[in-house]
């Protein structure tokens, strides 16, 4: 009796250990992918607790997270002829955890590989100035370029950007002179069609000071005003000429006496008139 009850407590712990050792935890960032004796099971295995046959089954573990992987610095020649250093970053994740265990060996050195050739390609595409201002259309470029061949690996390029241009020296100071250059350009139109908008409506002012002559008055009793604030200043005013003609025309009303003779014709004596004889 004590025997069989020694053999159902071995057989016990026996089925604990196997049990144990067929036992495995999937992490919720993680998918598993099982292979017995050496074939791939259809379908994955979810975040949880799941049981593998001992010594049959072998479970391979995918992220299934969002990885970020940096594209080192590749040097090419833009299709203007410019020399360019250029880095960026790939964004992805794998939407197939059994076909990113089966159908790669290492689907994040591949990614890496496809973006490192692909960013070289868009290089030798782009323009100077497509590579510096016109980025988003380069950046769905990349990502088509790496998503085509990453998509038969169950994996999805979900963004691509470039994340620095490194110009030579030489180009940086060309590119700083022409900016200088183009600033100062801006800076004298801008003067000149200042210039050109102040004399035109000095002109404009001018033609109605023409017509009405008190507005030259106003404005000259204006600029004594603006002149006289500052009591430090010695004003000299100068007589206005309209004022003296006005002190003409009055004179004249008031002395017709004064007024001058009538012109007579050159060479005529004018006509005395006739005096009666008194007798």
Do not use: C
């Amino acid at each position: 009796m004590e025997s069989a009850l020694v053999g159902v407590v071995i057989g016990v712990v026996f089925l604990l250990l196997l049990l144990r050792s067929g036992m495995r935890v999937i992490n919720q960032v993680e998918r598993g992918v099982v292979f017995r004796f050496g074939k791939a099971l259809p379908g994955h295995r979810q975040p949880g607790i799941t049981f593998l046959i001992p010594v049959a089954d072998r479970m391979r573990k995918v992220n299934v997270q969002v990885a970020t992987l940096p594209i080192p610095t590749q040097e090419g020649i833009t299709r203007d002829n410019v020399s360019v250093k250029v880095d960026a970053v790939v964004y992805y994740r794998v939407t197939d955890p059994a076909r990113a265990a089966i159908e790669v060996q290492d689907y994040a050195f591949a990614v890496g590989q496809v973006a490192q050739s692909s960013l070289r390609s868009i290089i030798g595409k782009s323009d100077l100035d497509d590579l510096l201002s016109d980025r988003e259309r380069l950046h769905e470029g990349l990502a088509l370029m790496i998503d085509s061949p990453a998509a038969g690996w169950g994996v999805h390029i979900d963004r691509v950007e470039i994340k620095d241009v490194q110009l030579p020296e030489s180009l940086k100071r060309s590119m700083s002179r022409q900016a200088e250059a183009e600033r100062e350009r801006r800076a004298r139109v801008i003067t000149a069609d200042g210039e050109f908008q102040a004399a035109q409506q000095l002109a404009n002012a001018s033609r109605i000071m023409s017509d009405t002559p008190e507005a030259m008055q106003l404005r000259l009793l204006q600029t004594v005003v603006e002149v006289a604030a500052e009591k430090n200043s010695t004003l000299v005013m100068p007589f206005p000429v309209e004022l003296l003609r006005y002190f003409d025309r009055a004179a004249r009303n008031l002395d017709p006496a004064s007024a001058p003779a009538p012109q007579t014709p050159t060479g005529t004596v004018p006509e005395q008139p006739a005096r009666a004889d008194a007798s």
